[in-house]
């Protein structure tokens, strides 16, 4: 836990571990300190914080034998109670849904000459071509031992595409800074942060986007934000990617937490922009595609995205024991 988190996170006596304990970590740590001195190896780890220092580690550092899910939390006077929106979202994920939500994906993409993305709203169409289409990146929705992996599980990633078109972004958007300098990542989300409720259209040419053209007032700050970012380093304008949220129960929040890709929202597979790159840019953007439904080329069945609906799986009960967090 990240010290501001300590005392009001409890941990409920799990069943399936012998021994369990809460970790605060000291002020200017980072999650490799407390790995190598506080964690025994082979133990599963939820690691509760906004610190980037502490959402990430080296495979090296994990080791074989750890699972580590790290919960990314905001600030604020709400931070207390999305917090427990996310702790609680993870208690009642399903696993084996997401992971045959991922199949079918995967599947479907695999099969396609090529896709497009649609929005009516906006008469916004873009292609998305090249060979390989299946999706990449963790595709179940169970976190697997040897890395640091963002929670909630549920998101699978497309790469190796290259986007030609217009693309309607619009929804949560998700901000990722190559370098944890306090406030700057937070700066740029709020700033694209009327994503939320207005559309933006992206011209793209070849991989890259090459135009703006806000909707609505309300967006036009976000198109600032974006010719700002290309302007100090092209690269960011490069689409890397789509991303694909496949968890129902992932709530999307208002803030830069991974949550907002991984959830489905109420379709069976949400669809996000990759903007950047988090080994090549000072930021990699990920902006959702809210209104906007992909298809296979030459057949109109929605893969992802508006018009697909999500398959409702019966409630699980809850556990007994849980991790929950209290005022």
């Known amino acids: 836990m990240e010290q ?8 409920d006596p799990p069943h399936r571990y012998q021994d369990w304990r809460k970790v605060t970590a000291s002020p200017g740590s980072t ?3 407390v790995l190598r001195a506080e964690v025994p190896d082979g133990s599963d780890v939820l690691v509760v914080a906004g610190d980037d220092l502490l959402l ?29 929106v996310l702790l609680r979202s993870l208690e009642e994920s399903d696993p084996a849904a997401i992971r045959r939500t991922a199949e079918a994906l995967t599947g479907a993409l695999a099969g396609a000459a090529g896709l497009a993305l649609t929005d009516p709203l906006t008469r916004s169409l873009a292609t998305v071509t090249g060979t390989g289409l299946g999706g990449e990146g963790p595709a179940t929705g169970t976190f697997r031992p040897g890395v640091a992996q963002a929670a909630p599980a549920g998101r699978q990633r497309l790469t190796g595409a290259v986007v030609d078109g217009r693309v309607a972004v619009k929804g949560r958007p998700v901000v990722y800074g190559r370098r944890p300098v306090p406030g700057l990542r937070q700066e740029w989300y709020e700033k694209l942060s009327a994503l939320s409720h207005y559309p933006l259209v992206l011209t793209v040419e070849d991989g890259a986007v090459t135009g703006m053209k806000a909707v609505e007032s309300g967006s036009a700050l976000a198109a600032a934000a974006l010719s700002a970012l290309f302007t100090a380093d092209p690269g960011h304008a490069r689409v890397t990617g789509l991303e694909f949220g496949l968890n129902p129960t992932a709530p999307r929040l208002p803030f830069s937490t991974e949550s907002n890709i991984a959830a489905a ?45 999500a398959r409702r799986s019966p409630r699980r009960p809850q556990p007994a024991a849980a991790v929950r967090a209290c005022r």
Do not use: K, M, N, W
């Open 31 to 33: 999650l490799t300190d």
């Open 4 to 11: 501001r988190f300590s005392d009001i996170v409890r941990i």
């Open 56 to 84: 990430s580690a080296p495979a090296r550092e994990v080791g074989p034998g750890r699972t580590v899910a790290t919960l990314r939390a905001g600030t604020g006077p709400l931070t207390h109670d999305r917090l427990r």
């Open 265 to 309: 929202g109420g379709a069976a597979a949400s669809v996000h922009l990759v903007l950047g790159s988090s080994e090549l840019t000072e930021y990699q953007l990920v902006l959702g595609c809210a209104t906007s439904t992909l298809t296979a080329v030459g057949d109109p069945t929605p893969l992802a995205g508006a018009g697909t609906a």
